[in-house]
């Protein structure tokens, strides 16, 4: 009876523990910036975004910002109206819900050259795939400096993220069990 209670408690501790907030800082050591072209589509491509995260962006700033937009301002880098402005150059984004949350740099040309970032929570359709198609073109924000807006790309790799969860899970699930069997001298199934 003891020995299933504190198996209870530590798999109970065990899912506490790793559905905690992960802080994910944009563009990792380069920061948010549009020196070095720094892939934000790449950066984001192979993390596991879940709800509870935290996505850092810190940059300078007097030469950037953080602009929540739309995903049609996302794509077209239109910087008018963002749902949400941070400028404190370390603004900390906790996530709410699932869903894809597009943030740009609003300092024209930034956006062109690539300061954008899809963060995609939970699991979702690329955003590379509208589910609608566009309807009567909108009267255009024209292109900021000629560069076509960078949104066809398909992040598809899935698998490898998940096999990578899983596989912690696991590890998880393993390590919990042996300390299980060390605190109560269980033995294990046969
Ligand atoms: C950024 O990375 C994505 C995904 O790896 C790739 O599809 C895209 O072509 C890259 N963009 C640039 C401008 O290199
Ligand atoms: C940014 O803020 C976080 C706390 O929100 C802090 O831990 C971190 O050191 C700060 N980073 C910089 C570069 O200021
Ligand atoms: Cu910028």
Known sequence: MDKAVAITVLVALASVASSSGEVYKVGDKAGWTTLGHVNYTAWAANKNFKVGDIIQFVYNKDFHNVAEVSMEDYKSCNVGSPKALYKS??????????????????????????????????????????????????????????????????????????????SKAVGFLLAVLALAAAFGGITMPR
């Open 89 to 166: 150059g370390n603004d900390s984004i906790t996530i709410k819900t699932e869903g894809h949350y597009y943030f740009l740099c609003t300092v024209p040309g930034h956006c062109a050259v690539g300061q954008k970032v899809d963060i995609r929570v939970g699991n979702l359709a690329p955003s590379a795939a509208p589910s609608s198609p566009p309807e009567a073109a909108p009267p255009s924000t024209p292109p900021t400096e000629g560069t076509p807006p960078t949104g066809g790309a398909p992040q598809a790799q899935p698998s490898g993220a998940s096999a990578t969860a899983e």
